[in-house]
């Protein structure tokens, strides 16, 4: 297999395009589909679980303890890559991950599940941060185009997938294998890996910006526990929420400081200031990521609560916006490649996001599932356009030498994009239900409410209420993307990087090199 070699300056040639490159990367996303099938799996075997091992209390923090863990140490597990080796890291991941895996499937309270949930963060953020690394390590911009419909259907089965796997788990077998089956498809994958995967690993002899890892760490960590308490554990105006973002403000303040003197900094700023196409790419992939995670959320809710469609079927509910990704991704990479002419994608997928997004925010009770799958259409067309060519538009924009902090970053926007939309969407959601059901209970109580289970006069409140929320939604995600179209619309079309010799500005910062290839 074509492999890259050390130059004689000690930097890294980014090479030719291996012969085997998809076989390859069917090993890096086949690591990444397991994170991603995981915490749809889990999410399905929650109420078994729950009802096993008791906890009712502290069951949000089962998703909590992975969610923040995975975006606290993504840009850590990025920078430790691009200093010590890509592939050893991420095969790292990939064993944290399925450790964690076991240690949760064999967990006897629910204490013990948080705390193995969050050794199984690790393992994720490390997942997330590596596969697109690598990706961009193993194929140039130039040639990415072709190779996109692998990660956007990776990204619709375990959309779809997620769901429906853990259904039949917890309907066929114990809960705990929602756990233990990613043992057998993390043990493949690093075996896959550990023999196909190729790629060089430069050990830097540089201090480690342990300043920047923890500010960072303080960060993320308050900004995570905001979105995830606002609006339902804590008040938006709480003293508690007040305080998180305060924590956040100070501590990103004083972490830019910090890597502005780092001699090898966590998170170089260069990335965001080398050229202003990065920054609007993370625009566009932050706004995709709200769309994704809130449409992911809200959309089966609407359908179930007011269509009445089978909750049984949630995954194929999705499958109106997951299919025309998998498809305008593919067919848009491929004009990529052929053309190297990209920047129309990213303002016709912001366009078709807020329009598509605009359509949803007019649903009413009356609203047909067809005309509603049309409409789901629109977004997953602009999906399509938007997420992988945003994150080819941000590879193509940094040096290879920081690939590894810029590529994390942009899955750290994803995953925060997320976390912050669900918030906010869950907050908007809450609030129009109990302003059309005063006194109707909790944020917990009314997403429990069964609307069948109600007499009919409060029913039809409900589902007036449950509309009037879907409408908030995604008006807001309208408003969202419209920014995001207004960022691809400054995006400036760079030739695409091709293999072959990196710039001298390549060179790892203020450290010596050692170059081998794995």
């Known amino acids: ?181 990613n043992l057998p498809l993390g043990l493949l994958a690093l075996v896959w890996l550990g023999r196909m995967l190729h790629v060089p690993t430069q050990r830097l002899k540089a201090k480690i910006d342990w300043a920047g890892i923890a500010l960072l760490t303080l960060s993320i960590g308050a900004i995570v526990l905001a979105a995830t308490w606002a609006g339902t554990t804590y008040a938006w105006g709480s003293w508690q929420i007040l305080a998180l973002g305060a924590v956040a403000v100070i501590g990103l303040a004083l972490f830019v400081r910090t890597e502005k003197r780092a001699g090898e900094p966590l998170l170089p700023l260069s990335v965001f200031t080398g050229h202003r196409n990065y ?10 990521g709200v769309v994704m995670f809130g449409a992911g959320l809200y959309l089966p809710l609407f359908q179930q609560t007011v269509q009445g469609a089978s909750a049984a079927n949630s995954g194929l509910l999705m499958l109106p916006m997951m299919i025309p990704v998998v498809i305008v991704s593919t067919l848009a990479g491929k004009v990529m490649s052929a053309t190297g002419r990209y920047k129309i994608f990213p303002v016709l997928g912001t366009a078709f996001l807020t329009a598509g997004l605009a359509l949803l925010a007019t649903m009413d ?49 994803r995953t925060l994009g997320g976390s912050l939309g669900v918030a906010v969407f869950g907050s908007l959601f809450t609030r129009a239900v109990h302003a059309h059901l005063p006194g109707a209970g909790t944020p917990a109580d009314v997403s429990a409410v069964s609307a069948s289970e109600l007499p009919a006069g409060v029913r039809n409140a409900y589902l007036g209420a449950v509309t009037d929320g879907t409408h908030q939604i995604f008006l807001t995600g309208a408003v969202l993307c419209a920014l995001a179209f207004v960022a691809a619309l400054f995006v400036i079309e760079v030739p695409l990087k091709k293999a072959g010799p990196p710039p001298a500005t390549d060179r790892p910062r203020n450290s010596t090199a050692t170059t081998a290839v794995n």
């Open 365 to 413: 009770t009356g609203t047909s599932r067809l005309l509603t799958g049309l409409y789901m259409v629109l977004v997953g067309i602009g999906l399509g356009f938007t997420l992988q060519m945003a994150g080819t538009i941000a590879q193509n924009s940094v040096a290879m030498r920081d690939m590894g902090a810029a590529m994390s970053s942009v899955n750290l926007f």
């Open 1 to 181: 297999m074509s492999a890259s070699t050390s130059l004689p300056d000690g930097s890294t040639d980014p090479t030719a395009v291996p012969k085997n490159v998809r076989w390859v990367l069917l090993g890096v996303m086949l690591a990444m589909l397991l994170a991603m099938l995981d915490n749809m799996v889990v999410g399905t075997a929650m109420p078994t679980i729950v009802g096993d091992l008791g906890g009712l209390e502290h069951m949000s923090w089962v998703v909590t303890a992975y969610t923040l863990v995975t975006a606290v140490t993504t840009p850590i597990w990025g920078k430790f890559g691009d200093l010590v080796g890509r592939k050893p890291m991420y095969l790292a991941s990939i064993a944290v991950f399925v450790l964690g895996s076991a240690l949760c499937g064999a967990a006897q309270s629910m204490t013990e599940l948080i705390a193995f949930r969050a050794l199984q963060g690790i393992g994720a953020g490390g997942i997330g941060a590596g596969a697109f690394t690598l990706i961009a390590a193993l194929v140039p911009p130039r040639e990415r185009g072709k190779y996109q419909g692998m990660t956007a259907s990776v990204m619709a089965i375990g959309t779809i997938g997620g769901p429906l796997l853990g259904g039949f788990i917890t309907g066929h077998w114990d809960w705990r294998w929602a756990f233990y089956v």
């Open 279 to 288: 920054p609007l790419a993370v625009t566009m992939i932050l706004a995709a």
